[in-house]
């Protein structure tokens, strides 16, 4: 099949739904949370239970940040295994969903405010695979990966989220996947241990960030840097902020907006994710 007819069929199979397909954002936490059975991966399990089962999922991971914006467009995307230190279980793990070409030609269409490259080389990355494998552990659903300009601030990617709504119309699950407080410098080790440890400015800023998404003050999330002390703890780089960013651009009106994991691990990382629609 010719890469035309194969997006013509993926693009007439795709119909506008009365009710949107929800966006998800992810706190994935450890690679280890790929292949263990713990409070985390067993809400994503449930998660895929209790949503329609998409035609496709697209993620904005943390760990794939590129010059411009790419979109994996490959048939067979390879399992990423991009850390290190971890037990060779960890290395093994292969999760072999599709790719969907067609998809990726569908998402360049619809983006206007930038262009976007479809990228043969990547893959689905830790971020991607250790979540989406719970949720979807036949691997028979597409699963995409759009990568995070690190060129460009934190407004433009959430306005640039906000051009993907068509694909939830479409039943497309589209997923941030990072974690709102991520300052790996300062984990506590001796606490991994420990459920729900928290240092209180990663509690505090936490419960500030689910506030300001509860009460739709994106701007204030946009602009985190002005949130004080707390906020440049939590993000001292901002890939792993960055896909909550998509999420919330993907925010239709008054959708309804819910959390689950809302849990602290080892100080200073939370897995709080956010469920909308």
Do not use: C
């Amino acid at each position: 099949m010719s890469p035309l007819s194969a997006f013509n069929n993926f693009t007439s199979s795709l119909t506008w739904q009365d009710k949107m397909m929800p966006v998800l954002f992810i706190g994935h936490g450890s690679p280890m949370n790929g292949i263990q059975d713990n409070e985390f991966s067993a809400r994503w399990k449930k998660m895929a239970q209790d949503i329609p089962t998409p035609k496709a999922v697209l993620v904005v991971s943390a760990h794939w940040l590129s010059k411009g914006t790419r979109i994996t467009a490959m048939d067979l995307p390879q399992t990423i295994h991009d850390f290190g230190g971890f037990p060779q279980e960890l290395f093994e793990v292969q999760y072999p969903a599709p790719g969907n070409p067609a998809i990726a030609a569908e998402t360049k269409k619809l983006v206007k405010m930038a262009s976007i490259e479809e990228d043969h080389d990547w893959g689905l990355d830790h971020g991607t695979w250790t979540v989406v494998r719970h949720m979807y552990p036949e691997a028979n659903i597409p699963v995409l990966q759009l990568s995070i300009d690190r060129n460009k601030g934190p407004k433009n990617h959430f306005e640039l989220a906000k051009e993907l709504l068509a694909l939830r119309k479409k039943g497309v699950l589209i997923i941030g996947s990072g974690n709102m407080v991520h300052n790996l410098g300062m984990l506590a080790w001796d606490k991994i241990d420990e459920p729900g440890f928290g240092y209180d400015w990663a509690l505090e800023i936490n419960e500030r960030f689910k506030k300001h998404i509860s009460e739709g003050d994106f701007d204030r999330l946009i602009n985190f840097e002005g949130l004080g002390a707390e906020s440049q703890l939590a993000i001292p780089t901002p890939e792993h902020y960055l896909p909550l960013l998509y999420t919330l651009g993907l925010k239709k009106g008054e959708e309804q907006v819910s959390f689950f994991n809302d849990r602290a691990v080892a100080g200073s990382l939370t897995m709080t994710s956010v469920k909308i629609g």
